[in-house]
């Protein structure tokens, strides 16, 4: 038995320092991109999804679901965003599809999502969370844009 636990426990150090070697996204830091992220449009409503870098889970890099659409991946050290009409959304990482997270969104309103890993007996997965605005985008800033090109209009 006790062979077994220093087994599994070596293992996981192991998987942790390759974790840790993933890569992270190189692009615009949030800070950058105050001019370049669209306004939104009438009607609309806009969701951050973020999450801090950190070799803890690195290599864990679910897509993120919005209503069952694909919208991103949840990778360390980056952020992306998507535009909604105003409605309730129900976001989920491809890791547990089961564990939802509801998002009330408002007509101009902007909310954020932070990514966070989460390890079990098992499995790991990223878990979704609703953070206060000033707390996320003081934690956004040297994080890199991780969504779809930005196309001047």
């Known amino acids: 038995m006790r062979r077994t636990v220093l087994k599994f426990a ?19 830091k949030f800070q950058e991109m105050g001019n370049v992220i669209p306004k939104l449009k009438p009607g609309n409503g806009r969701i951050y999804f973020f999450r801090a870098a950190g070799p803890f889970g690195a290599a864990l890099q679910p897509g993120v679901r919005i209503d069952k659409f694909g919208v991103g991946s949840s990778k360390p050290g980056s952020f992306f965003f998507v535009d909604r009409p105003a409605g309730t959304y129900q976001a ?12 009330p ?3 101009g309103e902007t909310k954020y999502v ?8 098992a499995v790991g997965s990223i878990v979704l ?25």
Not at 10 to 28: E, F, K, R, Y
Not at 92 to 103: F, W
């Open 105 to 107: 969104l408002a007509d």
């Open 92 to 103: 989920a990482t491809t890791s547990d599809l089961r564990k939802t997270l509801e998002v």
């Open 129 to 153: 969370n609703l953070e206060a605005p000033e707390k996320a985008r003081s934690e956004m800033g040297w994080l890199a844009y991780a969504g779809q090109v930005i196309v001047d209009k």
């Open 10 to 28: 070596a293992l996981s150090v192991l998987a942790l320092a390759v974790a840790g070697c993933a890569s992270t996204p190189s692009g615009p």
């Open 114 to 121: 932070r990514m966070s890993p989460s390890f079990g007996l």
